[in-house]
T-cell receptor, first 111, second 116 residues
Framework: GQNIDQPTEMTATEGAIVQINCTYQ??????LFWYQQHAGEAPTFLSY??LDGLEEKGRFSSFLSRSKGYSYLLLKELQMKDSASYLC????????????WGAGTKLIIKP | DTAVSQTPKYLVTQMGNDKSIKCEQN?????MYWYKQDSKKFLKIMFS???????INETVPNRFSPKSPDKAHLNLHINSLELGDSAVYFC???????????????FGPGTRLTVL
């Protein structure tokens, strides 16, 4: 079967750094996406990884290890507005359209 | 300019009724999707259309029927609504560019359906 695992909830402090992990078992691999979803809003795209390594975008970075079926999203200099759910999604091999979605990690930022 | 729009934003209705949700995207994308997000926040794909052709049809009750009049619109009709249909329904679109980057999905604001 196809499976994506993420922690259900994490708590971090404003100004700190937090790493949200995602492990996946899918029928092949064709890319991994991270999305941010604020409460009551739509998911919005954060990052895409298809090759091993780190992709940096401002305060957010995403890492991928295909051999380990593992990714993480790193958020630096946390702000209160970063309180949201973070969704990991994998595109299986042979699929141009379908994503396999994780259940999301709810990140709570405390002052 | 709204990239992916959905109407209505809120829908409250009685069990047994039939309702429709409309979605439009002005991004020029060739693929559109319907997702259901339940109270546990898990996003579940329901349908996908590529250039008006149904390409993903997950295990969904046949009370749910999508319709794509053109590649900018994807509507969802639900017959005989049940309590378990209460959820947030998201429309999304993407432009498929081979198997490379750039085909992230853009989501509409969601339709909150409550069945009483």
């Amino acid at each position: 079967g196809q499976n994506i695992d993420q922690p259900t909830e994490m708590t971090a402090t404003e100004g700190a750094i937090v790493q949200i992990n995602c492990t996946y078992q899918t029928s092949g691999f064709n890319g991994l996406f991270w999305y941010q979803q604020h409460a009551g809003e739509a998911p919005t795209f954060l990052s895409y990884n298809v090759l091993d390594g780190l992709e940096e975008k401002g305060r957010f970075s995403s890492f991928l290890s295909r051999s380990k079926g593992y990714s993480y999203l790193l958020l630096k200099e946390l702000q209160m507005k970063d309180s949201a759910s973070y969704l990991c999604a994998v595109k299986p091999r042979g699929s141009n359209y379908q994503l396999i979605w994780g259940a999301g990690t709810k990140l709570i930022i405390k002052p | 300019d709204t990239a992916v729009s959905q109407t209505p934003k809120y829908l409250v209705t009685q069990m047994g009724n039939d309702k429709s949700i409309k979605c439009e995207q002005n991004l020029g994308h060739d693929t559109m999707y319907w997702y259901k997000q339940d109270s546990k926040k898990f996003l579940k794909i329901m349908f996908s259309y590529n250039n008006k052709e149904l390409i993903i049809n997950e295990t969904v009750p046949n009370r749910f029927s999508p319709k794509s009049p053109d590649k900018a619109h994807l509507n969802l009709h639900i017959n005989s609504l049940e309590l378990g249909d209460s959820a947030v329904y998201f429309c999304a679109s993407s432009q498929v560019i081979g198997s490379g980057a750039g085909n992230e999905q853009f989501f509409g604001p969601g339709t909150r359906l409550t069945v009483l």
